[in-house]
Nanobody
């Protein structure tokens, strides 16, 4: 299984970025895709998650500013981040919950993508 995360970068406060996470490989079906983030000196925290049926959940700190979505045909999740704040600066990680071809549930982490919000 491979998870390709992209879209990070440097943006000014108030700006926007869109992260993408594309899953590929030996995946029978995807249950859930989740974005986490980890700022320097802090624990990794859940940012947003989306289930296969489309239900979503967000951290309180990003509600109203971030939107998670999925393209099931492409096995890709997106995180649209608007009104970015310096405290959103972190490495963002994609997590995949899926069913393998042997029908066993699996979990996989992608590599992180850096998001820096600074003037």
């Amino acid at each position: 299984v491979q998870l390709q995360a992209s879209g990070g970068g440097l943006v000014q406060p108030g700006g926007s970025l869109r992260l993408s996470c594309a899953a590929s490989g030996s995946i029978f079906s995807i249950n859930r895709m989740t974005w986490y983030r980890q700022a320097p000196g802090k624990q990794r925290e859940l940012v947003a998650t989306i289930a296969n049926a489309g239900s979503t959940n967000y951290a309180d700190s990003v509600k109203g500013r971030f939107t998670i979505s999925r393209d099931n045909a492409k096995n890709t999740a997106y995180l649209q981040m608007n009104s970015l704040k310096p405290e959103d600066t972190a490495v963002y990680y994609c997590n995949l919950g899926y069913i393998a071809f042997d029908r066993s549930p699996r979990n996989y982490w992608g590599q992180g993508t850096q998001v820096t919000v600074s003037s």
